[in-house]
């Protein structure tokens, strides 16, 4: 079976970091690209950040830029999303998709489950 499982979500004051972790069971993550997406109560889901295959290649929203990196361990068959100088905004339940031979979007292949970022005081 197909999976992609997120760890690595939980409570963390503003201007704290959280690393997630976005693992695949079932299959190999290294032909495939790879995006963390996010929706926060009552809004639309969001593209958060997409690397290539290889890992050369990495692509931010905005409001993440310069405080969100995304990484990938294909060894691991794992990629990650290290978040720093977390703001309230940020939390929402963070999603990773895979997708092959294209670039992210929001009709990807395969998506997680979710794991849930709170940033509060």
């Known amino acids: 079976q197909l999976q992609l499982v997120e760890s690595g979500g939980g409570l963390v004051q503003p201007g704290g970091s959280l690393r997630l972790s976005c693992a695949a069971s079932?299959?190999?993550?290294?032909?495939?690209?790879i995006g963390w997406f996010r929706q926060a109560p009552g809004k639309e889901r969001e593209g958060v950040s997409c690397?290539?295959?290889?890992?050369?290649?990495?692509s931010y929203a905005d409001s993440v830029k310069g405080r969100f990196t995304i990484s990938r361990d294909n060894a691991k068959n794992t990629v990650y999303l290290q978040m720093h100088s977390l703001k309230p905004e940020d939390t929402a339940v963070y999603y990773c998709?895979?997708?092959?031979?294209?670039?992210?979007?929001?009709?990807?292949?395969?998506w997680g489950k979710g794991t849930l970022v709170t940033v509060s005081s």
């Open positions: 690397i290539s295959s290889g890992g050369a290649r990495s």
């Open positions: 079932g299959f190999t993550l290294d032909s495939y690209i």
């Open positions: 998709a895979a997708i092959h031979n294209r670039w992210c979007n929001y009709d990807m292949d395969y």
